[in-house]
């Protein structure tokens, strides 16, 4: 079974560290990085629904042998609580990493990512501007769904989303990293993912693995990404999300869990 679930945040390093990851001897991450199983629209219909999981991951393991770490890393888990709960009672004994980007950074490089895949028409400021209502307009989980392809700033609210992780899955059995942390101290993060998955420190290279996000834009392109990121932060400020909040909601839980 998968035992190791890299479930968030989408655009913040999860295909870099499922692929440092990978380089350990005795770890597997599944054919493709991201098995979307559990947020697959067939999965949430289906009326057998871990027989449906199993045969899914059947597909994406031929080349397991018998590695210590079994690893899917499919980021959209982290982002609905019916995904984050099939995920866990798949295997509740598995192991989930989190990686977090700044959520301004992490909304504009979901904005390009989804601008080049033609799923986006608008400029990245009536965008962010937008979103709010074009979620509400989609009800559906389809692979090109709004909620998937224009959830720009809700994706980014880290503390809601952490608060419900830990409702579901047990403190010890989660780990959340930052972007910065795997792009500064690349050894000594590894060192703690290993560390955290009980299996021996390896020297993993480090490597350039972060997409490169750099763009030539017009003059009001430039406008319109800048009035984007002033939106953006405003948006994550009123609803007080940042690096100091996500630490005080772990914090929150390992005094809940020591306790309990």
Not at 10 to 35: C, M, N, P, R, Y
């Amino acid at each position: 079974m998968i035992n190791l679930h890299i479930i968030g945040a989408q655009k913040s390093g999860t295909s870099a560290l499922a692929h440092f990851i990978d380089q350990h001897s005795d770890a597997f991450v599944v054919k493709g990085k991201e098995a979307h199983v559990f947020d697959n629209p067939l999965f949430l219909k289906s009326n057998t629904k871990m027989h449906w999981a199993n045969k899914r991951f059947e597909q994406v393991l031929n080349d397991y042998q018998n590695q210590t770490v079994c690893c899917d890393a499919t980021p959209i888990t982290m982002f609905d609580t019916q995904f984050l709960t099939h995920c866990f009672n798949y295997n509740p004994q598995a192991k989930f990493i989190v990686l977090l980007r700044d959520p301004v950074q992490r909304a504009i490089s979901h904005y390009n990512m989804s601008k080049g895949r033609l799923e986006e028409t608008l400029n990245p400021l009536l965008a962010f501007i937008l979103e709010s209502k074009r979620l509400k307009l989609s009800n559906s989980w389809q692979f090109n769904s709004a909620r998937r392809t224009q959830s720009y700033l809700r994706r980014g609210l880290y503390s809601k989303q952490l608060q419900t992780l830990y409702k579901i899955v047990p403190h010890k059995q989660v780990l959340v990293l930052f972007n910065e942390d795997l792009r500064e101290n690349h050894q000594g993060t590894m060192s703690s993912v290993f560390k955290f998955l009980s299996i021996q420190d390896q020297d993993i290279p480090q490597q350039s693995v972060f997409e490169s996000e750099r763009q030539v834009l017009k003059p009001l392109q430039k406008s319109a990404y800048a009035a984007a990121k002033l939106y953006a932060n405003l948006y994550f400020w009123w609803h007080n999300e940042s690096r100091k909040s996500c630490l005080k909601v772990i914090k929150h839980a390992q005094r809940y869990h020591t306790k309990k």
